[in-house]
């Protein structure tokens, strides 16, 4: 009698583990990087997000409920059309479940609505726009890594706190850039302070010296690069050609990642004050990921971006393996929002109803050369901004399903 009962009950858990592999569409769960693989956000991003997605797949066993997982990527070449024929080619013939990633507010905003009208799964960890979880929020997206928002109300009001309280803004004319400049002002005049006037300069641009000159002549105290990556670290380097720091004004780099510090080098970063959600230095945790994650994308040590794509697509394993299919997207994003997350990198944390990733981020400062005890040791803590204080409160951001 034991002997059949035990035969029995092997065989009942032989035909559930081969119902939870038979939902996982086509038998495999496929999952989506799409960025910027050629330009001027290649090093933020870039093939570092499918590094960082592989090293998440591997640390979670390489399988969900018996089901192999397959990575693959794009470059969106940060052209809308382009990121959404792709999205829509994976989600329409590639059977992908998830798609990751997607520095660049504009792809992501369109990205955004084919996702949920195929009913799949979005984490962004690149794109900054608060619209996001705003207005253009979406049941079947996650905003993981950080927001303009939250780099408003980090950067802006520290500065602004501190005697910076007169902005012009040098800002990238597309989505992420207006954000970012509309989020900074809002901070900036509602401490106090005024905002002079802004310019807008083409994304991916070489020549900043005419939106320079323009800021300088304005007389403001701060100058507010309200852009990213290559665009930020040229703008730096042709502000101390022409002066700008030295004649008195100060530069808030309002969008700043670790690959821009190692790029323009400490004597022309130092000081520069910016807000992050992620510095591979923390902790032994985060130092023991930038090793592996090093070793594999060439001494490069993991952006913000990298380590929230790890830890997006951690816990989007933990929901698929609980609710066990991948057919409908909305629903493992409810899992995920229901589930608390937790990983080595963020800590714990949680995913609130507009789809806004809720964690600590961190006021920066980059150290002086004298003060770096070593290769990508760049940044000195100036204060932790708290969960509850980091992200836009969820009744001021206008997302329509939430009550």
Same mark, same amino acid.
């Given at each position: 009698?034991n ?8 065989a009942?858990?032989?035909i559930?583990?081969?119902a939870a ?6 038998n ?6 799409? #960025? ?5 956000y ?22 969900v ?8 990527s794009?470059?969106?070449? #940060?052209k809308?059309d ?7 080619e ?7 479940d998830?798609?990751?990633d997607?520095?660049?507010s ?6 955004n ?21 705003g ?15 939250s780099?408003?109300n ?19 004319d597309y989505?992420?850039?207006?954000a970012?400049e ?7 005049e509602?401490n ?50 022409f002066?700008?720091v ?32 992620f ?6 945790a985060?130092?023991a ?12 040590h ?8 790890y830890?997006?697509?951690?816990h ?6 609980a609710?066990?299919?991948?057919s ?9 929002k ?9 800590g ?37 901004i ?18």
């Amino acid at each position: 009698m034991n002997k059949l009962r035990t035969t029995l009950l092997a065989a009942m858990s032989l035909i559930a583990a081969n119902a939870a592999h038979a939902e996982m569409s086509g038998n495999v769960v496929k999952i989506g990087v799409l #960025n910027d693989q050629s330009s001027l956000y290649t090093d933020l991003a870039g093939q570092g997000s499918v590094v960082a997605a592989q090293m998440a797949v591997e640390d979670f066993g390489g399988k969900v409920n018996g089901t192999a997982i397959e990575i693959v990527s794009a470059d969106h070449q #940060n052209k809308a059309d382009v990121g959404s024929n792709a999205a829509r080619e994976w989600l329409d013939v590639g059977g992908v479940d998830v798609i990751v990633d997607v520095p660049n507010s504009g792809v992501a905003l369109a990205v955004n609505e084919i996702v949920k009208e195929k009913n799949k799964v979005f984490l962004i960890s690149g794109a900054a726009s608060s619209a996001l979880t705003g207005e253009k929020c979406s049941p079947n997206t996650v905003h993981w890594t950080y927001d303009t928002w939250s780099l408003a109300n980090g950067t802006g009001k520290a500065i602004v706190k501190t005697g910076g309280d007169s902005w012009y803004f040098i800002t990238a004319d597309y989505a992420f850039g207006h954000a970012l400049e509309k989020d900074t002002a809002a901070v900036v005049e509602s401490n106090g302070g005024k905002v002079l006037g802004a310019v807008r300069a083409p994304l991916n641009n070489a020549d900043f010296s005419s939106f320079l000159l323009q800021a300088q002549s304005s007389g403001a105290k701060i100058v507010g690069l309200a852009n990213a990556g290559a665009d930020t670290t040229n703008a730096i380097k042709q502000a101390a050609e022409f002066g700008i720091v030295a004649g008195g004004q100060s530069l808030a780099g309002l969008l700043i990642f670790i690959t821009d510090v190692h790029a323009l080098g400490l004597p022309t970063a130092q000081g520069l004050i910016f807000t992050e959600s992620f510095y591979w230095d923390n902790n032994d945790a985060t130092r023991a990921f930038a090793k592996k994650f090093a070793e594999r994308d060439g001494g490069i040590h993991p952006t913000m971006i990298h380590a929230g794509v790890y830890s997006a697509v951690t816990h989007y394993l933990k929901a698929l393996a609980a609710v066990g299919a991948d057919s409908d997207g909305k629903a493992v994003v409810d899992k995920m929002k229901e589930l608390p997350t937790e990983d080595p990198l963020f800590g714990k944390g949680t995913i609130r109803a507009d789809g806004r990733k809720i964690h600590d981020m961190y006021l920066f400062e980059v150290k002086k050369p004298e003060e770096s005890k070593g290769p990508w040791d760049y940044y000195k803590l100036r204060a932790t901004i708290p969960a509850a204080e980091a992200f836009r409160p969820l009744d001021k951001g206008g997302c329509p399903f939430v009550k």
